[in-house]
């Protein structure tokens, strides 16, 4: 399929880079054209390869293809041999080099599994690239075409969507797989993965280093995530660089997965992945989500809200054409008449159709209505963004791309878009507090409940300890609500630096009531350095007078004096092993239980709850751990 000249003609051209510092800029080409030359001559370049691995067990699933320049010259790093390519205008014969090295590479060494070869959309839509040259090297290197996949990677704006749609389904036939590079950088990658619907995502590095700390990256890897399984593709997480982001992404279902953590890129790569990654993907277990939870039910669509130009339904395509033309940020017109919507024309589609020969001709002066799609997504501007978010994942995938209308009582009011809906359902990751108790900023009862019942759906061992201070209230008395806290964030930071934050989730259920979701095999002794360390530091919050006599006098509930022993503290736990417990709420009961017992014994203490699930967990207790009744 050749591109139409006339057609090609219709958009813009690329912009031109300036430089402010345009001799030296100049000085610089001149150097590198000697070099480049003696590098495109010589074929020296080298192909480096670094493993892709699935999470489902670690295996090896395949390797990304790298390119760099000859060592100990300026343009050893493929960001400046591009770019001196782009500039000396020979990229094109520098790709085509570029995947002559790897695909000889990468079949020299027996490499195991899938090839992910680097292709520019520019490329993909080349003719020598579509005419066959490269499948013919893969025959004569008898690698079938199945086994390599087309990253396209993105570096410049795409402008015709339908030619390299028809592209990609080009080469699909011929066996090839389709994937994108850098999801969520770069000109319109949400756009691109609507539109070329590919098998396999790639999401950027940002999104990924540092997931385990930022409840923002995480929503934004979860949604996508969400959107990919609807979409039938595969999601890769580039620029692993620690235990912890590759704990997270295998939790969130992520497939596949790559960098240093695994394996920095080589000419020679391993052909497994070391031994502690694999054991980590192997390990049963989730990793602790960072604190932040989307709100996503209360905010409505209309926080949505765009006002945009409209057309009515008797403007022709030409007045059409000249909206779009005066905006370059209008990427779709609404079409209303009489203040009800008809539907949505998307400017790229229209500026494609209408730029092909003799369109302009014949439908310049036809209603602009010939070039709208009528069955847009309309909703209504009270419906939650959690309700609009399951609309769009259900319905066409144009709505990705298009958007959809807002209306109130069937009237049109604007449009809102899936990019914005995306940011606005992270932002809400931001407001956690209202998940987090004030004083400890600590994960509340719904992070709590929530992490259960992921650790429950993964059947993963655990072990839940309810941790309780023993008479509080009465030391609240004596020494007022001040010295009360002081205590309640002792407590929390011991909690907290006793536990591994990787792996075990601690929670603050309300008032001196805590909980300890522990995956760490040495559970117990970490509880008994818990309780150690809480009978030596709590010491520091009692009066000298009180400490002598290592009490004080008080009241309990019902107003009678008592003698009350220092704080102590109290532990109940339950070993949730796979399929013991249906919910939340049983585990939940059943450490309430042991917490009573541990109450029930003098000082601070352990109360380990040994028997079964079913003789264990009481039948009408519920998870309302805050409020016990106890008092002594």
């Known amino acids: 399929m050749q591109t139409s000249p006339t057609a090609l003609s219709q958009f813009p051209p690329f912009p031109a880079i300036n430089c402010a510092c345009h001799e030296t800029c100049v000085g610089e080409q001149e150097d590198h054209s000697a070099l480049l030359d003696s590098i495109l001559t010589q074929r020296s370049l080298m192909a480096f390869f670094q493993p892709i691995i699935e999470f489902s067990g670690g295996r090896v699933f395949g390797y990304e293809g790298l390119i760099r320049g000859p060592i100990n010259t300026p343009l050893h790093a493929p960001i400046h041999l591009f770019k001196a390519a782009e500039a000396l205008g020979r990229l094109a014969e520098l790709e085509r080099l570029c995947r002559y090295v790897v695909l000889e590479s990468f079949v020299a060494q027996r490499l195991p599994g899938r090839l992910f070869l680097n292709v520019s959309p520019a490329c993909l839509l080349a003719p ?7 499948l013919r090297l893969l025959r004569r290197l008898e690698l079938n075409p199945s086994r390599v996949i087309i990253e396209l990677t993105e570096n410049k704006p795409i402008f015709d969507y339908n030619l390299l749609r028809e592209a990609a389904r080009h080469y699909r036939g011929m066996g090839f797989e389709i994937a994108i590079d850098d ?26 280093q540092g997931i385990n700390h930022d409840p923002v990256k995480l929503q934004f890897v979860r949604s996508i995530q969400v959107i990919a399984e609807c979409m039938g593709a595969r999601v890769i997480a580039e620029g692993i660089e620690t235990p912890a982001e590759l704990n997270v992404l295998k939790t969130i279902g992520l497939a596949l997965g790559q960098g240093f953590h695994i394996a920095r890129p080589d000419p020679a790569p391993p052909l497994q992945a070391p031994e502690e990654v694999v054991t980590a993907l192997r390990q049963n277990g989730i990793a602790v989500y960072p604190v932040g939870q989307t709100n996503s039910n209360t905010v409505t669509a209309r926080k949505l809200l765009k006002s945009v ?160 201070l023993d008479h509080f209230k009465p030391f609240n008395d004596r020494y007022g609500f001040r010295r009360g806290d002081d205590i309640i964030l002792l407590c929390a930071r011991i909690l907290s630096e006793a536990s591994d934050p990787e792996r075990d989730f601690l929670g603050h259920v309300g008032g001196d009531d805590f909980v300890l979701l522990f995956q760490s095999e040495d559970w117990e002794r970490r509880c008994r350095l818990i309780l150690a360390r809480f009978d030596q530091e709590v010491e520091t919050l009692f009066d000298p007078q009180d400490l002598k006599t290592r009490g004080f006098e008080g009241e309990d509930r019902q107003g009678n004096a008592l003698f009350f022993p220092l704080t102590s503290l109290s532990i109940g736990a339950v070993s949730v092993a796979p399929g013991g417990y249906r919910s939340h709420y049983e585990v939940a009961a059943a450490a309430g239980e042991a917490k009573k017992q541990a109450k029930s014994l003098s000082g601070s203490s352990l109360f380990i709850e040994r028997r079964s699930p079913n003789a264990a967990k009481p039948r009408s207790t519920s998870f309302a751990m ?7």
């Open 183 to 208: 999801l969520g950088e770069g000109f319109s990658s949400l756009r691109l993965w609507s539109e070329l619907r590919p098998e396999f995502v790639k999401i950027d590095m940002h999104f990924i």
């Open 309 to 468: 130009p409209v057309a009515s339904p008797l403007m022709t395509a030409d007045e059409v054409f000249s909206i779009f033309s005066q905006d370059n940020d209008l990427n779709v017109l609404p079409v209303v008449s009489h203040g009800a919507p008809l539907g949505l024309i998307n400017r790229y589609r229209f500026v494609d159709h209408y730029a092909r020969p003799y369109q302009r001709e014949l439908h310049g002066s036809k209603p602009c209505t010939r070039f709208m799609d009528n069955q847009p997504l309309m909703v209504d501007q009270a419906i939650s963004l959690s309700q609009l978010s399951r609309m769009i994942a259900d319905g066409s995938q144009r709505h990705v791309a298009d958007g959809f209308i807002i209306t109130g009582q069937g009237n049109y009011l604007g449009i809102g878009n899936s990019q914005d809906l995306i940011r606005e359902i992270t932002e809400q990751q931001i407001q956690s507090a209202r998940h987090a108790n004030p004083l400890t900023q600590l994960p509340g009862n719904v992070p709590i409940n929530e992490h259960i019942e992921r650790l429950l759906h993964n059947r993963s061992h655990f072990v839940m300890c309810y941790f309780d």
């Open 128 to 134: 020598d690239f579509r005419e066959g040259e490269t």
């Open 626 to 632: 805050a409020n016990t009744g106890e008092c002594n």
